[in-house]
């Protein structure tokens, strides 16, 4: 627990350092990748008290509504369509600082205000991405685009 205080007080690196040390523990001895996207999304989204934070897992040629924290959120998405989808075909990272600006947004929820879309790779396959949305504008730069693609890394 006194972790978990750190957490509270720290700055974004040291939230980021902490939680990846936290994630990798939990991770290390578990094999089933959807009890280890639930976790990850639930300590993800406690930490930095995200809007929405999950995952979207692929599912041929569309992405499916996985493990996640927050509201009711879209159930599938094109491959190509809204960030997420955006992140699959371009296979990197989207930080989007203001959701209305970019072309073909999906809005599953009014109050999302920026975005961060990070794949998810197995191999040399994208499996799923990690969405966060926060309903702030800006809220994500390169320290969370960074630590976030360690933290998948992980899975």
Partial sequence: MAENLLIAEGGKEQKYALLYKQIAALTEGESDTIANMANVAAMIHFTFGFWWTGFYRVAGEELVLGPFQGPLACSRIKYGRGVCGTAWREQQTQVVPDVEQFPGHIACSSMSRSEIVVPVWRGEEI????????EHLATFDEVDKEWLKRIVALL
Avoid: Q
Avoid at 127 to 134: E, G, K, P, Q, T
């Fill in 127 to 134: 499996v799923a991405v990690l969405d966060i949305d926060s």
